[in-house]
């Protein structure tokens, strides 16, 4: 008993500093999309190599202080942003004139400008160290799902690094009454602050009308399918808050609720004079991509080899059939007749997707028999099929 009181004084303590309670479930890591490369097409991107922001697809968002989590910084309207030829930088900043700290950083936003539903979406990206420093790329529903707004209206954090921790997370009406603040779904990368603060991740979601896939360097973290839980509550987890578009923000917070006390720790001195220090942190953007599924991306299959096979206690003749294996599927269809257009005795046989070979039985002998495989994938509820092997055959022996 009083181990539970002191791990609930601690979830306590967490809400009060942070205002935000991690929620996890079983079943989360389940995998669904197929992340195959080969399986989508780029539909969107900003690749960041020009010397200015694209103002076709992206604002600037102002603010004064404690806006938001409660910030300590102003965000301006391009004083916090440069570009070196292969990335956006947004830079925090922290300036100390006469005695005064002054905080302040970017937002962009590509609110009214470039809004997406549904697809993969990637954003290629290296965090800021300082102290009490948030990097942040996410999306937020574009006010046509739900009239009401944040949280009704949808959010998904693709890419969440703070100094407590990385996560990706969402939120929507049902998980944010899960708390006494405001609460969100979340799901762990497996990576600190101090690796996303040294090299680039790719942060993306696989995001269809049925669920969200979570993934960072293209590898699952964290399955959100509303079809897990209670049907009651499927209007508050899904239905307005993420069956619509959603726009891009890219920012850094300091200080606040979510990136915590501040100080000049990890960051980079740029000014040092007797009346003055300014001190910089960098968040680098190397893109943002929107992809869309190929209406048809299943590999086709092929057969190796379709042979006779002998066996005693078989009732009727029995063909071997063998292919390669393909990846990302779920499963084999075999069809085989007694006539090249398949009119004449068809059958369909299904196979699963770990198998290469399958022996067909009960086949009558001094008959030709034609036969031809695909493959096919399950994708939001709906079978997509690839295209049909070559036709091959065999006559069944005396």
């Not at 609930?8 to 999309?33: E, N």
């Not at 440069?82 to 830079?91: A, E, P, Q, T």
């Not at 923000?249 to 000014?271: H, M, Q, R, Y």
Request: include cysteine; charge should be positive.
């Amino acid at each position: 008993m009083k181990t539970l009181r002191k791990m609930m004084a601690l979830v306590f303590a967490i809400v009060v500093m942070f205002g935000t309670i991690i929620w996890t479930g079983k079943g989360d890591f389940k995998v669904l999309a197929n992340t195959s490369p080969d399986a989508w097409e780029l539909i969107w991107s900003d690749e960041f190599n020009e010397t200015s922001l694209n103002m076709d697809n992206w604002s600037y968002e102002t603010s004064p202080i404690g806006w938001g989590s409660m910030e300590t910084q102003t965000y301006t309207a391009g004083d916090n942003v440069k570009f070196d030829g292969n990335n956006l930088i947004i830079i925090p900043r922290i300036t100390i004139e006469n005695g005064r700290k002054r905080y302040t950083s970017a937002r962009i936003i590509t609110k009214n400008k470039k809004t997406f539903k549904y697809g993969k979406i990637e954003i290629r990206a290296k965090a800021a160290k300082g102290q009490g420093i948030c990097s942040f790329g996410w999306m937020l529903g574009d006010g046509t799902g739900d009239v009401r707004g944040w949280p009704y209206d949808g959010e998904i954090d693709i890419m969440q690094v703070m100094s407590s921790g990385v996560h990706q997370t969402f939120h929507c009406e049902y998980w944010n009454n899960q708390s006494w603040s405001h609460g969100c779904k979340s799901y762990s990368t497996g990576l600190t602050p101090k690796e996303c603060a040294e090299d680039f991740h790719t942060y993306g979601i696989i995001w269809t009308d049925k669920y969200i896939q979570f993934t960072i360097d293209g590898k699952n973290k964290g399955l959100y399918d509303p079809s897990n839980y209670r049907g009651s509550d499927y209007e508050k987890m899904w239905k307005g808050e993420f069956d619509h578009p959603f726009f891009f923000i890219l920012n850094c917070d300091i200080g606040g609720n979510a990136a915590g006390p501040v100080s000049e720790k990890d960051w980079k001195l740029v000014t040092d004079t007797a009346t003055k220090k300014v001190y910089e942190d960098y968040f680098y953007i190397d893109y943002v991509r929107v992809y869309r599924q190929k209406e048809n991306n299943t590999p086709k299959v092929s057969l190796k080899s379709v042979k006779n096979v002998k066996g005693k206690n078989v009732k009727g003749k029995k063909v071997k059939l063998t292919w390669k294996k393909v990846k990302n599927i779920s499963g084999y269809e075999i069809i085989y007749a007694t006539n090249k257009k398949f009119t004449k005795s068809k059958k369909t046989v299904k196979v699963k997707s770990s198998k290469n070979s399958k022996v067909i039985t009960k086949l009558k002998k001094k008959k030709k028999y034609y036969f031809k495989i695909r493959a096919y994938r399950i994708t939001s509820g709906k079978k997509v099929s690839g295209a049909w092997s070559k036709i091959k055959s065999v006559k069944i022996k005396k």
